[in-house]
């Protein structure tokens, strides 16, 4: 990025999370932990042999899993381009941002849907006309779907701290996030992918070791179900902590961007 090193926001965002954890970490854990320990224990696992999640009641905890994770977002975002407030502010203000966050959300989830759409007729089109194998037709979409979704994906990295900081419309927001983020695809797709790797990698060590660990230590305390409860309740905390700092890290991402000069 011209003009900006990931270093230095890396630098500047972890000093920020150190220095305001008593104000960001409350939050993370209301906001992104409360909606990962409500989504491990209502959503079911996936049932063999097609590891499909079987539809239920279960879906009408996304809603409240949404709302907590946009109110997490804006809130974080508004603390880590407004210092000087507090948590109640920042929690205060997330909620008078949600209708437009949630109607953000819409319009994003609109462009992806209707990418897959574009994909899925160009390929169906294609296949009546090559006669293309059924498993060679999904692979075919994806190749499809994949490029332009990572180059929607990454105009929509600072949508979030572009609402939380200057409170435009949803329009507003779109021109505005997507605007600041030319001439910057690169890194934001490397520091999107290193974010995504970094994120699994930690979710598999703490399935396999210290959940592990967790599981036996109650079956052998006599508790079987003790255990799975446990892990979801790590993978929450550690959700809380990890989506807080990325959080941050946009909207940290964003004010170098935004301000090159600093805030006027």
Excluded at 66 to 92: C, D, F, H, N, Q
Excluded at 220 to 236: E, F, N, R, Y
Excluded at 241 to 251: G, K
Aim: charged residues 10%; proline residues 6%.
């Amino acid at each position: 990025m011209a003009g900006v090193s990931i270093d230095e926001v890396w630098d500047d965002a972890r000093g920020f999370f150190v220095r305001e954890r008593a104000l960001v970490l409350p939050i993370g854990f209301a906001t992104f932990g409360l909606a990962a320990l409500l989504g491990g224990l209502v959503v079911p696992a996936p049932e063999p042999p097609a590891k499909e999640i079987p539809p239920g009641p279960w879906v009408f905890a996304l809603v409240p899993i949404l709302l907590l994770i946009l109110t997490g977002y804006l809130s974080l975002s508004r603390i880590a381009l407004r210092p000087r407030i507090s948590v109640a502010e920042g929690l205060r203000d997330a909620l008078r941002l949600l209708p437009r966050g949630i109607g953000l959300l819409f319009a994003m989830g609109a462009v992806m849907v209707g990418l897959s759409l574009v994909a899925g007729i160009f390929v169906g089109l294609l296949s009546v006309v090559a006669g293309i194998a059924q498993q060679a037709m999904l692979l075919l979409a994806l190749a499809v779907f994949a490029p332009p979704a990572v180059v929607v994906s990454i105009r929509f990295a600072l949508l979030w701290p572009t609402l939380a900081d200057q409170e435009g419309t949803i329009r507003e927001t779109f021109i505005r996030g997507v605007a600041i983020t030319r001439g910057h695809a690169v890194k934001i797709l490397g520091v999107l992918v290193a974010y995504l790797m970094l994120y699994l990698l930690l979710v598999a060590v703490l399935e396999s070791a210290l959940g592990l660990v967790l599981i036996v230590i109650s079956r052998m305390a006599g508790l079987p179900a003790l255990g799975p409860l446990l892990v979801t309740v790590l993978l929450a905390a550690f959700n809380a902590i990890y989506m807080s700092f990325w959080t941050i890290f946009l909207a940290r991402l964003y004010a170098r961007l935004a301000w090159p000069q600093g805030r006027g």
